[in-house]
């Protein structure tokens, strides 16, 4: 049996190459702050799609900044309209701050499902890559994508494509770590796995990527210890509190 330890998935607080220091950008200071408040209303949306209210304090945490550093771009976002900070301190995005960040994750997704399903990157290299490719996908070569892939639903990690026009019978999903003992499958890997390396390799490689079916067998002090097709292995909480899965 092999042990996923939480040692091995070392969370990269840093912004990566997907967030606020974006590959691919010779311009100065000006598309530096454009591309800034682009990876902050990004990163917004992935908050709340994942049913946590965004505040500055999961800003820090989801990009790795300091809590000033956050604190100065919000306000760039509330005075570009982008954004609202409310009494109770959290954000709340105005209608074309969400626009914006719709946008960018749907192309963002469209871009992953491309990398896999077309081009046959590895599993585990595709969110870096497409935020490679997020910024150069014009609207004509988006309807061409659509019109490609037949409208996806969802990226490869099972996040939701904002602006598809197909439906999917809810599911009811729960976190691994919450998970009861029995089969499941995995439907949803989160955002915060994705930029890490480490555990997105160890996700592919164990036999848990999103379609995957497994066996819950126990839930431990050390994790959650499963059955995949790559055999026995006990997935570490860090990692079975943002995998989704469903019951099979």
Known sequence: ML?????????????????IAKRGLHSPAMAEMHDA?????????????????PI????????GLSAPAVSEQVKRLVEQGYAELLDDRTLKLTVSGRALAT????RHRLAERLLVDVIGLEWEKVHREADRWEHAISA????????LLG?????????????????????ATVVLSQARTGPVTVTRVSERLEVDDEAIAL???GGLIPGSAIEVLDQ???????????????VPDAIARLLWVAPA
Not at 103 to 106: A, G, L, N
Not at 140 to 147: F, G, N, R, T
Not at 151 to 171: F, K, L
Not at 220 to 234: H, I, K, N, S
Request: proline share 6%; hydrophobic share 35%.
């Open 3 to 19: 042990a996923l330890s939480v040692r091995e998935c070392k969370w990269r607080k840093g912004p990566g190459p997907g967030r």
């Open 37 to 53: 408040t682009e990876a902050y209303l990004e990163t917004i949306l992935e908050i709340e799609e994942e049913g946590v209210t």
């Open 56 to 63: 500055r304090a999961r800003l820090v945490e989801r990009l």
């Open 103 to 106: 946008s960018i994750v749907r």
């Open 140 to 147: 004509d070569v988006e309807a061409k994508l659509v019109e």
């Open 151 to 171: 409208d996806p639903m969802t990226c490869p990690h099972g996040n939701p494509i904002p602006g598809s026009r197909r439906t999917a019978e809810v599911v």
């Open 203 to 205: 996700i592919a490689h």
């Open 220 to 234: 431990r002090d050390d994790g959650v210890l499963v059955r995949t097709d790559a055999g026995d292995r006990v």
